[in-house]
């Protein structure tokens, strides 16, 4: 099956400054990723995701990148704030798995007033 | 929509105790998960149903978990007998892969805890 590793597990930035947040999958069929966001004893809720077909989506100060080739994508958030702090978790949908999601193992985002 | 219910939100229990979680997935959706989270183990997926058939359970720990889905609107997780390692946030979520592009929406999860 599917296999998504997500770097780094913590990261810590000033108010203001950007985050990325990378994510690698191991298998080319995977067409569907998704970025979900956890605050502290919430649900993960989406924030933004990306298709196969499509290499860049932006929304607002949240970006995502993907590289079929490498087999990675990325999250980018610009000017962040204190609200953004959270864990972010990065998905791919396999369809050759039927519809399963396979996350990574999240990133603890905390951004420094 | 009111989303994907969960109950209870918060369970304690004894070990040896039969646990019950419920969900109600977001109407219309033809696809259920059973997710665990834990801080050591992240998000993982138990069992997922596709129009109320499981289709792969093969993350279900052990015998003493099981999961049904007797109708579209409703789904049920067992741990019987519960053990303290059960202890996690459980999340059950709804997709449906025509109406939104294949979206996965949580519920608020059900925090257990077992003594």
């Known amino acids: 099956g599917e296999n998504v590793e997500q770097h780094p597990s913590t990261l810590s930035v000033q108010e203001g400054d950007s985050a990325v947040i990378k994510c690698t999958y191991s298998?080319?069929?995977?067409?569907?990723f998704p970025w979900y966001k956890q605050e502290l004893g919430k649900r993960p809720q989406l924030i933004i995701d990306i298709r196969s077909n499509v290499g860049e989506k932006k929304d607002q100060r949240i970006a995502v990148t993907l590289n079929k080739t490498a087999k990675h994508f990325s999250l980018h958030i610009t000017e962040t704030q204190p609200e953004d702090s959270a864990v972010y978790f990065c998905?791919?949908?396999?369809?050759?798995?039927?519809?399963?999601?396979?996350f990574g193992t999240g990133t603890s985002l905390t951004v420094i007033p | 929509d009111a989303g994907v219910i969960q109950s209870p939100r918060h369970e304690v229990t004894e070990m040896g105790q039969e646990v019950t979680l419920r969900c109600k997935p977001i109407s219309g959706h033809d696809y259920l998960f059973w997710y665990r989270q834990t801080m050591m183990r992240g998000l993982e997926l138990l069992i997922y149903?596709?129009?109320?058939?499981?289709?792969?359970d093969s993350g279900m720990p052990e015998d003493r978990f099981s999961a049904k889905m007797p109708n579209a609107s409703f789904s049920t997780l067992k741990i019987q007998p519960s053990e303290p390692r059960d202890s996690a946030v459980y999340f059950c979520?709804?997709?449906?892969?025509?109406?939104?592009?294949?979206?996965?929406?949580f519920g608020e999860g059900s925090r257990l805890t077992v003594l």
């Open positions: 998905a791919a949908r396999d369809p050759n798995t039927g519809n399963q999601f396979y």
């Open positions: 149903f596709n129009n109320n058939v499981p289709i792969d």
């Open positions: 979520a709804s997709t449906s892969r025509a109406r939104d592009y294949e979206k996965l929406f």
């Open positions: 298998d080319s069929a995977s067409n569907y």
